[in-house]
Each structure stands twice: as structure tokens, then as C-alpha cells.
């Protein structure tokens, strides 16, 4: 018999792993099994952004776009080096949405989720003002600039992992649960190893559901239940090209068919341009962007740059699969983004499956879950959530503090390059020295994997936030594939496999665990 726990949550998205956290933080023995790696769902495909959904007011969603406004600056103070404010700058597109629909919107933005960090919004002469330049000439004469923040994504899904175990959960990747049972006013759990094969089992007293677009089929297939609540599948499509301007605002171009596109400067040397909306039909771990896609992604935005972007232009292309709630709208783009909960008790035993959500909300959302079972919960086990003023792992900094900590690894490692000490900087905050330790010179970080990617950091990532292969550490710990050559990627590849088997104190080395 596997051991028991107060929770067990199948998948390790953004939503599984930010429930986990919450509840191992409130006292709750918990356990989660993702089938992949951390983020390699829908969590790792996103837009990369922190904000309100300025576009979703425009569906009347007030309860979503307050609530995701008010996280905006929540998140960014427990994770400021993850998370950093952005500004888009919003042209004014004669016949399209007129400007007084857009400062009502902006206007909206500004005060319905209580902003008091980041700047408002305000117009912009887009024929002096330098973000105008990067624009077609004469094209556009009026805009509004407005805040958001964006996100490393995969990163935060890690973090939230990486704290809900080091308050005690059990966070287990590639293993796949295959069947749920209910048992005794609970649940059994049969595991597999996705790898090896090798099968085992947990019982918990309470089961999450959070398989994002699985979420049907864990319902269902593995856990016998006829869910009243439907997902909708829709793709979303990414394109990464070089750098197309030399400002570090973002852009959000309109277009004739009512989506917005979204330009936001990338990784130093890139610009992310995205997304696209359409149903999906097919496995989920198939979805891959369509050259349809693309070229619609480099035709809206080359009617508002004055360099046209091209296909041939991109470096990168990436798509996932929003598991959205089916609230019955006629279009994807239209399909509500709130998340929606089910709660079923086969037996007695409480099962929670989630429908929906977005990046932005997965804290809240984590605090409703628990809520919702909280009939479940036993004594302090049940207590108020604490999220929302506790830093994640690297996260307590001041949120204009990450210049500092740069300089600071400058002076203290003087090895490093002015571009690594501010990837390591973002990438792991406060946490950064324990990862370098008492390096004196380039050769202590060990082998170089190409660009600034080091053995001491993968040995750290192996150890800390649950990399296995080469994917999760160049693709979801870091972006570091976008300058990697495959040949690069594949000898860290090989070097990840043959270190997993080294011994389980190698891997753990005191000077680089966090």
C-alpha cells in the first residue's frame, strides 16, 4: 500500500504546482505527479505575460480582468526577478476600434484593479515620440502606452514547484497517474514511470485535477468520472524573430478580424510575436504551429512596422493548447478565460477538476481550490491562504532591485560577463550565489555547454528545480536554445544522462543546492 497524503494533484502546470505550494504551505501533506516535465503543457507556451487582458472588457469579463489586474502587482512582488513591468503602446487604427472605446478601456485598466505600482496609462504622439518611429511612416498618428508585466513563464511553474517542496510536498515528474479509485472516503493513486516503466501507488485523502487539456480524460477515463463541465480545446501560435526595434516597449497591433497581436521585445536579442486562437482537435502533446499561422502572425504585424516580417524571418515557432472552459462562445477568440471548478465525491472521496484559467490568475485560483476542499481539511490544514505576500524561491528582492544584484555579482565573481550576471540575475534572483558559490574563476562553474550555460548551473538545476534532459534545461529553465546549436544541445544531453547516474550525493553537492 503507497503512502497516504491530505492531497494528490496530477499535473504540473502553472495550476497544479501553484495549489501545491498553497496547501504544503498551509500544513497539507501533498503529493504531485506530473507525466512530463514541469511547464511542458500549456504553462511554456504562453505569451509570457502577467496583465489584465485589456481585450477581455470588451466580453464584459469585469470579475476576471479586476481580479488578474490586482495579481499583476502580487506577482510581481513575490517574484521580481522573474516578472518585470512592460509597457505596450497601443496605436489608434482608423476603422477599427475608435479611440474613445480605447481610453474607456485604458481608463478601466487603469482603476479597476487597484493599480499602485506601475504607471498609468497616456497618449502618445506616435508621429515624435520614438516608438512611432519603428511604426509605417504616416500610418498612424495617435496611440496610448499602458502597463502590463511579462513573465518567465516556465521558470515561475519551477519555482512554484521548488518552494511546495521545500515546504514538504513531493513532486514527482515524468510519472503518469493511470488510474484513480475511489477508496475508504479517498483516493488510490496507481503511478507509472514514464521513463522505466515501474509502476507504484499513493492514497490521498483529496484528488486535483489539474491535467490542463487532459483534464477531461483524467476525469473520465482515469478517474471514472462523467465531469458536467466541458474543456475547449484552442491552439495558440508563437513566432520568435531578431530584433525588430532598439526601445524596450512592447506593441499591441489590432487587427481587422478583432484579435490583437501582441511585439514584445524577447530574451535581449529577439522579439516574441503572438497569438493566434483557433480550435484545436487532435493530442494535445501534437499541437505544433501551422505555416497558416505564422503567416498571418507576420502579416498583422507588418500593417503596423515599417519592416515587413517575413516567415522566412523566424527563428522559432511554438504553440500549445489552452484548455479553456466551453461556455459555448461561437469563436475560440471569444471563449471565456476564467476558470471554472467541479468538485465530484464518488463514494465520499473528493475529486476537484479545473477548467480554464490563465498564468496571471493561477495563484488566486490556487487559493479558491483549496477553499473549495476546505470542508475536507482538517483543523490548521484549512487555514487562510499566505501566498500573496510570500516570496518564490529567488523572490525576496525589491522589485527594482535586480540592477543591484547584477552589479553585485560583478564585483563578487569578476569572471562573469555583464550578459551572464543579468540572465543569472533574472533567472534566480536572490538565490544566485548559492548556485555560483565559491567560484573564483570561469573553470570552477566546470564544463561550458555553449553561450553562458555552465555545468555548476545545469548541476543546480538537476538538483533544485527537477531538470532531467537537455529540453527542460535550454527550452523551460532557461531560453537558452534560442543561441544553442543542436550539436551544443545534444552533448548536454548526453552529459545529463550520463550524470544521472552518477551517485545521489553528486548530484546534490552542498555548494551549489539552494
Known sequence: ??????????????????????????????????????????SSWSSKLIHGGLRY??????????????????????????IRPLRFVLPHHSGLRPAWLLRLGLFLYDHLGGRHLLPPARSVDLRHDEVGRSLIPGKFIRGFEYSDCFVDDARLVALNARDAADRGAVIRTRTRAVAATPID?????????????ERSSIEARMLVNAAGPWVEEVASRRAGINAKAKVRLVQGSHIVVPKLYDHDRAYTFQNADGRVVFVIPYQDDFTLIGTTDRDYDGDP??????????????????????????????VWAYAGVRPLYDDGASEARAATRDYVFELDTPGGSPLLSIFGGKITTYRRLAEEALERLSPYLRGTKAAEGWTATAPLPGGDLDVSAIPALTAELLRDYPFLTPAHANRLSHAYGSRVAKLLGSAKSAADLGQSFGDTLTEREVRYLMANEFARTAEDVAWRRSKLGLR?????????????AACRGESRHSLHDPGVRA
Open 285 to 314: 502533446s501534437k499541437v505544433a504551429a501551422t505555416p497558416e499561422e505564422i503567416a498571418y502572425l507576420c502579416q498583422s504585424v507588418s500593417d503596423y512596422l515599417a519592416k515587413p516580417v517575413k516567415p522566412e524571418d523566424v
Open 57 to 82: 472588457l470588451e466580453y464584459y469579463e469585469f470579475r476576471l480582468v479586476r481580479e488578474a489586474l490586482i495579481e499583476r502587482e502580487v506577482l510581481w512582488q513575490i517574484a521580481p526577478h522573474i
Open 185 to 197: 472516503g479517498g483516493w488510490q493513486v496507481a503511478l507509472e514511470n514514464t521513463i522505466t516503466g
Open 484 to 496: 544553442l546549436s543542436k550539436e551544443e544541445i545534444s552533448v548536454l544531453d548526453d552529459w545529463m
Open 1 to 42: 500500500m503507497g503512502q497516504r497524503y491530505d492531497l494528490a494533484i496530477i499535473g504540473g502546470g502553472v495550476n497544479g504546482c501553484g495549489i501545491a505550494r498553497d496547501a504544503a504551505g498551509r500544513g497539507n501533506s501533498v503529493f504531485l505527479c506530473e507525466m512530463n516535465d514541469l511547464a511542458s503543457g500549456t
